[in-house]
């Protein structure tokens, strides 16, 4: 157990629909992550929040966003669904913004299927 | 961004030694080398990282080579919870740009018993 946890475990939905991930970090830890993984593109990274301020983005789609509440939880938001957009989506978090020797530590992630 | 060569797949039998192998020819002199692995149905897990000595910890040893071109992650014992697909990747010290880690496809490794 990693110490992150996400909800739901699983989503299904229709195109055109918008659904909402949610991850809470590690006690203590400032930065999250998310990732998305699927068969075709593998594990790619999205975006990251470090104290409720974006810092990173990766190849997150404009139908995508994100955001770290107060309490650093992170949630992202996923609009207009199309059927690519099935997937895991992993959460992760780590201490603090140093990005050389810190780990980072995955949530179980949600599975995302779009029908 | 430096890019990491790993085979596709490796196999190796229960209880004995397995070396992943990394390429990395365009490391820079800052990038970190880490390894992470994904068990069946998880998240990625951290495994181990090093920059240019050899490291080791409880789950696994990091050989860097002298160039720093390659590294090899050691599994001294396999066992049949060490079956997964495992990824080299190489972070930058600098806090510059993109954060996340760049997954590439790893090696699945397979253990036989």
């Not at chain 2, 050899?54 to 860097?64: D, K």
Request: glycine share 8%; aromatic share 8%.
């Amino acid at each position: 157990d990693s110490g992150v946890t996400q909800t739901p475990k699983h989503l299904i939905t229709a195109t055109g629909q918008r659904v909402t991930l949610r991850c809470s970090p590690r006690s203590g830890d400032l930065s999250v992550y998310w990732y998305q993984q699927s068969l075709d593109q593998g594990l790619q990274f999205l975006i990251q929040y470090y104290n409720g301020e974006e810092r990173a983005k990766g190849n997150i789609l404009e139908r995508f966003s994100a955001q770290q509440f107060p309490d650093l939880h992170s949630e992202l938001n996923l609009s207009s669904l199309e059927l690519g957009d099935s997937a895991l989506y992993f959460c992760a978090s780590s201490v603090t913004l140093l990005t050389s020797s810190n780990e980072q530590f995955f949530g179980p992630g949600t599975r995302l299927t779009v029908l | 961004d430096a890019k990491t060569t790993q085979p596709n797949s490796m196999e190796s039998n229960e209880e004995e030694p397995v070396h992943l192998p990394c390429n990395h020819s365009t490391i820079s002199g800052t990038d970190y080398i880490h390894w992470y692995r994904q068990l069946p149905s998880q998240g990625p897990e951290y495994v181990i990282h090093g920059l240019t000595s050899n490291v080791n910890n409880r789950m696994a040893s990091l050989a860097i080579a002298e160039d720093r071109k390659s590294s090899t992650l050691i599994l001294h014992r396999a066992t049949l919870r060490d079956a997964a697909v495992y990824y080299c990747i190489l972070r930058p010290s600098v806090a510059g740009g993109a954060d996340g880690l760049t997954f590439g496809k790893g090696t699945h490794l397979i253990i036989q018993p």
